[in-house]
Structure formats: structure tokens, C-alpha cells
């Protein structure tokens, strides 16, 4: 069955970066999109951005550029996503969740936590 | 950026009620979908291309609309129903979720 597990929760400093991972099994990893959202404690859901993992192209939420990064490695089937210049406004959780050949986010993360303070 | 809003933030109902929760987009979209969310735990696929129960959803539960107005309806609410409902849209960039309905039980 297609499952995603993320890394586990980070604890990091204003003005650092952090890099969660995805790896991905039970599927083709390069055949379909991985998207990434966001969710801010005790509140809605915020898109970040996908990325195909088959040649690499990303697309992100205007609103986080510059604040993420989208990788994956084909070898590892683990999709990445570096967060930078941390702020107390990233602490959230983050998840991963792969897009169905019809366009849904069919498969999740469990989630990863990153909070930032100093 | 279209803007979902859910209406209503917060319900509760009692087992046997039918439960409706809308999401009105500010610009009108092809399909809405919706995800179920348990606290703690991840989002799931509960609704797709606005009418069609994902795997494993009880067929209690079905999704319509158009334009700019779509509906979750569950026709008869069962304890295991409680928790938070999110609409998605992805018609245009950026792709946007509602902020959510958190459904409780009576």
C-alpha cells in the first residue's frame, strides 16, 4: 500500500534552516507530484508547493518563495523540503502528501513538527 | 487566489441528524474536494471532484454543488463522524483549502 513517512519533529533556532524528508513506498515514486502543506497550530491547512519528482520541475505558492525548497532523489524515494531564514510564523506542522493521476491528494504523511525558538 | 470560506466554523450534532457543510469559493471552480481531519492525526481524502466518496468512505456521506457553491451533506451523523472537514480547490493557482468545519457530536 502506498505509505509516506516523514521525519521526525525538529526543534530549531530563529534565522536557521531545516530540511524534512518523505520517503515514499507501495508506488512509482517519479510518476506522480508530491505536494507539501502546511498547518499552523490550531489552524486551517496552507499549500506550499509540488514537486515531480520524474524530472524535478516544482511549482510553488508565490507566498513561499524563498522560504522553501523543493528536492527529491530518485534513488532513495524521499522527497525533501528545506525550509530557510526560520521565523516564529514556521512553527507548524508539515506534510507531504502525494497527487492522484486525478488530481486529489490521495496519500498523506503522518506529519512533521517543526517549532522555532530560541 | 481563490478564497474558500466554510460555513458554519464549529457544529454539533446528534447521532441520526443529517449534517450539511458548505464552501462557498470567490470565484467560481470546476470541482471541490474535501478531506477529513481527526485531531492529531493527517488530513484524508474524503470527497473528490465534488461528488465521489474516496475508498472506504460510508456512503452516508455525499458531496455536490457547482460554480461557487459546494456541500458536504452526511445524512445521518454517527459519533465517528466528529471531527474537522476541509474543502479544496485546485481550478486555478495557488491551489487553496478551506479553513474548515469542525463538526462535534451532541
Known amino acids: 500500500q502506498v505509505q509516506l513517512q516523514q521525519s521526525g519533529a525538529e526543534l530549531v533556532k530563529p534565522g536557521s534552516s531545516v530540511k524534512i524528508s518523505c520517503k515514499a513506498s507501495?508506488?512509482?515514486?517519479?510518476?506522480?507530484?508530491m505536494h507539501w502543506i502546511k498547518q499552523q497550530p490550531g489552524n486551517g491547512l496552507e499549500w506550499i508547493g509540488w514537486?515531480?519528482?520524474?524530472?524535478?520541475?516544482?511549482k510553488y505558492n508565490q507566498k513561499f518563495n524563498g522560504k522553501a525548497t523543493l528536492t527529491a532523489d530518485k534513488s532513495s524515494s524521499t522527497a525533501y523540503m528545506q525550509l530557510s531564514s526560520l521565523t516564529s510564523e514556521d512553527s507548524a506542522v508539515y506534510f507531504c502528501?502525494?497527487?492522484?493521476?486525478?488530481?486529489?491528494?490521495?496519500?498523506w504523511g503522518q506529519g512533521a513538527s517543526v517549532t522555532v525558538s530560541s | 487566489e481563490i478564497v474558500l470560506t466554510q460555513s458554519p466554523t464549529t457544529m454539533a450534532a446528534s447521532p441520526g441528524e443529517k449534517v450539511t457543510l458548505t464552501c462557498r469559493a470567490s470565484?467560481?471552480?470546476?470541482?471541490m474536494h474535501w478531506y477529513q481531519q481527526k485531531s492529531g492525526a493527517s488530513p484524508k481524502l474524503w470527497i473528490y471532484?465534488?461528488?465521489n466518496r474516496a475508498s472506504g468512505v460510508p456512503n452516508r456521506f455525499s458531496g455536490s454543488g457547482s460554480g461557487t457553491s459546494y456541500s458536504l451533506t452526511i445524512s445521518s451523523m454517527e459519533t465517528e463522524d466528529a471531527a474537522t472537514y476541509y474543502c479544496?480547490?485546485?481550478?486555478?493557482?495557488?491551489?487553496?483549502f478551506g479553513s474548515g468545519t469542525k463538526l462535534e457530536i451532541k
Open positions: 502528501a502525494r497527487r492522484s493521476l486525478g488530481g486529489v491528494m490521495d496519500a
Open positions: 479544496q480547490q485546485w481550478s486555478s493557482n495557488p491551489l487553496t
Open positions: 514537486i515531480y519528482p520524474g524530472n524535478g520541475n516544482t
Open positions: 470565484s467560481s471552480v470546476s470541482y
Open positions: 507501495g508506488y512509482t515514486f517519479t510518476s506522480y507530484d
Open positions: 471532484d465534488t461528488s
